[in-house]
C-alpha cells in the first residue's frame, strides 16, 4: 500500500517528465495537466476536501505571482530595456574585449555573473540574464540556455541573499554556518565540475579544455574558497555573493594577463566588432541597472538590520489555504527582489536614455514575451501546493525512510531535488523536506547538519532541471516552447550529478563526523 501510495504521490511529477520529454508538450500545457492530475488524486486518494484542493492551489498562485513571476519579470525586463537602450551592446563589448574565447566568456558570464546574480536576486534571474546575454554575444540559443541551468544548480541553496539556507537553519532549528559551510562542503565537488563542463558544452567536447583547463579550474576555486570561508565564519547571506565577485575579479585577471587572442582555436573565437573605445561615462551609463541591482537588494538585504526591518513592516498576511496546517500567506510589498529590480530598471533606463512611454512600451512586450511562462509557473506552484498539502509529498518521502533505513542517506539529495523539480525553489525543497531530513537523522543517528545539508545539495539538481528553470530560461532567449529539448539535453547531466551526490551523501559522512564543526 505504501509503495502503490508512493508510485500515486510521485505520478505529477512522473508526468511533467514524460510529457517534456516524450511526448513534447509545451511547458505551460504540460504544468497545467500536472495541477489537475495533482488534484484529482488530492480530492480522490489523499481526501483533501474539494475546497480545500482549491484553496491550496490558490496558495499556489500566489507565491508563484508574488514574488517569483514579478521577479522573472523584472529580470527580463531589465535585459530587454538595455537591449532597446543600445547599452547591452557596451556591455558585450566590454566583456568580449577581456577575452575573444567563447569558452572563457561562458565562465564569466554564465559562471561568474550568473552567480553574482543568484546570490543577490534569485528566482531565476541567474538563468534570464546571463543565457540572454550568451544569446545575445550569437551563442545558440539552448546552449546559452544549458550551460547557465548547469552553472546555476550549485549557488541556488545560497540565493537571494541566502534565503533557502535561512529558511532551512530556521526551520530545523539548526545554526545558520554550521549548515551552510556543510552544504559548501557537499557543494564543493560540483563547484569545481560546473566550469568543466559548460567549457565541454560550448565545445562540444572533452578537447575544448585544452588550453583553459588552468583559468576553468581557477574559475571553480576561486568561487568555492571564499565561500567556504564566508559560510563558516558569517553564514549563507553573503557567501555566494562574495564567491562570485571573487571568481569574476580572479578569472577577468587570469584572461586578461592570458591575452586577448592568445592561442585561441578559430573555433572558439568570438566574432565581435568593437566599434569604437568605451569612455569610462559609458561603461557606467551601461552597467548602472546591475549596479543598483546590487545596491538595492544589499542595502535592504538583512545585512543592513534597520532598513530591512522598517520595509518589512509593508505587508499583508493573507489566509488562502482552508484545510488542516494553514498558515497566512506573506505579501511583502516592498522589501522584494522583483521591486527592487523594476526600479533599478526604470531609473537604470532613465539613466541609458530611454523615455518613459519607451521604457513601458518595452514592459508590455515583456510580459507578452512571458505569458506562457506566467502559465508555468502558475501551474508548477499550484501542483506543488496540493502535493504538499494533501500529503502527496509526505507519501514520496516516507516511502524513502521506511524502505533504505540506514542507508537512506543515499536517496536524501533526490528527496530535495525532487522539491526543487516540483516548486523550482530551493526555499521550498528546505519547507517540504527539511523536517523529513532532520527526522530521517534522528531515526537513522546520523550527523543533522549532514543529512539536513544533503536536502540543498539535491536542490542543485532539482534546479537544473526543474520545469521552471526550463521555462524562464528559454523565455530569455526567445525559444519558449522547446522545453521538452531543453530537458532531454540537460538531463545527462544531472543524472550524473545525481548518482555523484548519493555516493558523496552516504560515504562522506565518515569524514564530516572527525572535522571540527560536526
Not at 506573506?330 to 521591486?339: A, L, S, V
Request: hydrophobic share 55%.
Amino acid at each position: 500500500m505504501d509503495f502503490i501510495m508512493f508510485l500515486l504521490g510521485l505520478s505529477p511529477i512522473l508526468w511533467l517528465i514524460i510529457a517534456l520529454c516524450g511526448f513534447k508538450v509545451a511547458g505551460h500545457k504540460a504544468s497545467f495537466l500536472a495541477m489537475i492530475l495533482a488534484a484529482i488524486l488530492s480530492i480522490t486518494v489523499w481526501k483533501l476536501p474539494v475546497f480545500d484542493t482549491m484553496t491550496a492551489a490558490l496558495e499556489g498562485f500566489a507565491m508563484a505571482a508574488w514574488p517569483i513571476i514579478l521577479v522573472i519579470i523584472a529580470a527580463v525586463f531589465l535585459y530587454n530595456l538595455s537591449l532597446y537602450t543600445g547599452k547591452m551592446e557596451v556591455i558585450k563589448q566590454m566583456i568580449t574585449s577581456v577575452s575573444s574565447d567563447k569558452r572563457i566568456l561562458v565562465l564569466l558570464i554564465g559562471w561568474c555573473f550568473g552567480g553574482f546574480m543568484e546570490g543577490m536576486a534569485g528566482f531565476g534571474t541567474a538563468i534570464a540574464i546571463p543565457a540572454g546575454m550568451l544569446a545575445g554575444l550569437g551563442f545558440p540559443p539552448l546552449l546559452a540556455c544549458l550551460v547557465c541551468l548547469v552553472a546555476n544548480g550549485t549557488p541556488t541553496p545560497f540565493g537571494s541573499i541566502g534565503i533557502p539556507t535561512v529558511t532551512l537553519a530556521n526551520l530545523v532549528g539548526l545554526d545558520n554556518a554550521a549548515l551552510a559551510f556543510t552544504e559548501t562542503l557537499q557543494l564543493a565537488p560540483f563547484m569545481l565540475l560546473s566550469p568543466f563542463l559548460m567549457v565541454i558544452i560550448t565545445g562540444k567536447g572533452i578537447k575544448a579544455l585544452k588550453g583553459v583547463f588552468g583559468i576553468t579550474l581557477i574559475a571553480g576555486l576561486s568561487f568555492v574558497l571564499p565561500q567556504l570561508v564566508v559560510a563558516y565564519f558569517v553564514g549563507s547571506e553573503l557567501a555566494v555573493v562574495v564567491g562570485s565577485i571573487c571568481s569574476l575579479l580572479i578569472t577577468i585577471l587570469v584572461a586578461v594577463s592570458r591575452g586577448k587572442h592568445n592561442s585561441v582555436p578559430q573555433e572558439y573565437q568570438m566574432e565581435q566588432e568593437h566599434t569604437h573605445s568605451i569612455s569610462f561615462s559609458e561603461a557606467l551609463q551601461a552597467w548602472t541597472p546591475f549596479i543598483l541591482v546590487f545596491v538595492f537588494l544589499l542595502s535592504t538585504s538583512k545585512l543592513v538590520t534597520p532598513v530591512y526591518t522598517f520595509l518589512n513592516q509593508f505587508h499583508s498576511d493573507v489566509g488562502i489555504y482552508t484545510g488542516t496546517g494553514a498558515a497566512p500567506y506573506t505579501f511583502t510589498w516592498i522589501n522584494t527582489p522583483g521591486i527592487w529590480i523594476f526600479l533599478s530598471a526604470f531609473i537604470g533606463g532613465w539613466i541609458q536614455g530611454a523615455s518613459l512611454p519607451g521604457m513601458l512600451h518595452v514592459l508590455k512586450d515583456t510580459i507578452i514575451q512571458m505569458s506562457k511562462t506566467m502559465i508555468t509557473m502558475l501551474c508548477v506552484l499550484a501542483t506543488a501546493k496540493i502535493m504538499g498539502y494533501s500529503g502527496m509529498i509526505a507519501s514520496i518521502a516516507n516511502l524513502f525512510v521506511i524502505a533504505l533505513g540506514s542507508f537512506y542517506p543515499f536517496a536524501a539529495p533526490l528527496i530535495g531535488g525532487l522539491g526543487t523539480f516540483v516548486t523550482g525553489s530551493g526555499t521550498s525543497s528546505s519547507v517540504l523536506f527539511g523536517n523529513v531530513q532532520l527526522q530521517a537523522a534522528q531515526a537513522i543517528g546520523a550527523n543533522p547538519y549532514w543529512l539536513v545539508a544533503l536536502n540543498s545539495l539535491g536542490v542543485a539538481v532539482g534546479k537544473m532541471l526543474a520545469p521552471q528553470s526550463l521555462a524562464i530560461g528559454l523565455v530569455a532567449v526567445k525559444e519558449s516552447g522547446k522545453d521538452g529539448e531543453l530537458l532531454k539535453r540537460v538531463f545527462p547531466y544531472a543524472f550524473v550529478y545525481l548518482i555523484l551526490m548519493a555516493f558523496i551523501a552516504y560515504f562522506g559522512m565518515s569524514i564530516y563526523e572527525i572535522l571540527p564543526i560536526a
